[in-house]
């Protein structure tokens, strides 16, 4: 079946412009989530769906980012006005519905460079 | 809060020689404990989990982990390192039975298997 992806896979902005990278679930997967990895540093979480609800955004490390799921499927995470320090690994997860063991399952990545 | 120290940032065996990856965590509640493994240019990948269940876990290719309460260690072993178990290694610890999602990640373990 098919897993979490990403796209794009890689991308190169110049710093100030604004970037939006997009993750599809698993299909049925109730909860997204979204990781930044920077390099060499574990994933370190940003931001929790349940449904089309966010739930959590306690990770996110300024205003310029922002994330919504308006529809409980597909996310997007966007990032305004992007600065060299925004360079890292982007990753969305997905988890089965509420209930069971929060499993996640992750996508490829999106590995976003700031020049 | 929850969190987990990887005491090791890179451990080096010999092919067919026992793998040894520490992990400590803290945690309020009690936790859920996983260990993850990261190919380059591959997704995370679960390799096992602790739930409240067994404390012994054993998960994909052969590795298990011992959930230690009382040291509050949940180090992963291998009895003989293969070549493909090169890789970068993430201990994650969550909170998810006490309504917190998210999962935090240690700062990883590379592996390195000497032919």
């Known amino acids: 079946g098919a897993g979490v992806s990403q796209s794009p896979r890689y991308k190169v902005a110049k710093r100030g412009q604004d970037v939006a990278l997009r993750c599809d679930p698993i299909?049925?997967?109730?909860?997204l989530f979204w990781y930044q990895q920077a390099l060499g540093q574990g994933p370190e979480f940003l931001t929790y769906f349940q449904n089309e609800a966010q739930l959590d955004k306690s990770g996110l490390p300024s205003d310029r980012f922002f994330a919504e799921r308006p529809e409980g499927s597909v996310s997007t995470l966007k990032i305004q006005r992007t600065q060299q320090e925004d360079s890292a690994v982007y990753l969305c997860?997905?988890?089965?519905?509420?209930?069971?063991?929060?499993?996640?399952?992750f996508g490829p990545g999106t590995r976003l460079t700031v020049l | 809060a929850q969190s987990v120290t990887q005491l090791d940032s890179h451990v080096s065996v010999s092919e067919g020689t026992p793998v040894l990856l520490r992990c400590n965590y803290s945690s309020s509640y009690s936790p859920s404990l996983f260990w993850y493994v990261q190919h380059p240019n591959k997704g995370l990948q679960l390799l096992l989990k602790?739930?409240?269940?067994a404390t012994l876990v054993k998960g994909i290719n052969g590795f298990e982990a011992e959930f230690k309460k009382s040291e509050t260690s949940f180090h992963l072993t291998k009895p003989s390192a293969h070549m493909s178990d090169a890789a970068e290694y993430f201990c994650?610890?969550?909170?998810w039975g006490f309504g917190n999602e998210k999962l935090t990640f240690g700062t990883g373990t590379r592996l390195t298997i000497i032919p």
């Open positions: 994650v610890v969550s909170d």
């Open positions: 299909s049925g997967h109730v909860s």
């Open positions: 997860a997905s988890s089965p519905p509420v209930g069971a063991y929060n499993e996640q399952f």
């Open positions: 602790y739930t409240s269940a």
